[in-house]
């Protein structure tokens, strides 16, 4: 997928978080995710950091659904584990970024 196409799910999730939220209650389950602070319109950010938002989200979407006996809780863990990996490489090339500024 190219980036804008990980924007429009990006923003996809977003809706879904929304609605989730307004008709069911679950507002502090999306704590980790609001706090990120990497949100679909933010077209300033790396295509690998809207990527991680993604599988957040749907990490925590998929946990509410699993829950709820709607998916399987392997889906949620997969979601997750891919999430934690990205999260890792993200702070990776951050860190080496930085290493070779100083």
Do not use: C
């Not at 990497?38 to 989200?57: D, G, N, V």
């Not at 490489?89 to 290493?99: A, F, G, S, V």
Request: net charge positive; hydrophobic share 35%; glycine share 2%.
């Amino acid at each position: 997928m190219n980036k804008d196409e990980l924007i429009q799910l990006h923003q996809l999730l977003v809706y879904l978080k929304k609605y989730i939220e307004k008709n069911y209650g679950y507002f502090e389950e999306f704590k980790e995710y609001d706090e990120l602070s990497i949100y679909p319109h933010h077209i300033h950010r790396t295509k690998a950091e809207h990527i991680y938002a993604i599988f957040l989200l749907s990490s925590i979407i998929a946990k509410i659904l699993a829950e709820n006996g709607k998916i399987p809780r392997s889906v949620h863990n997969l979601l997750k584990n891919s999430g934690e990996k990205i999260k890792k490489d993200i702070i990776r090339k951050r860190n080496k970024i930085q290493n070779v500024i100083k």
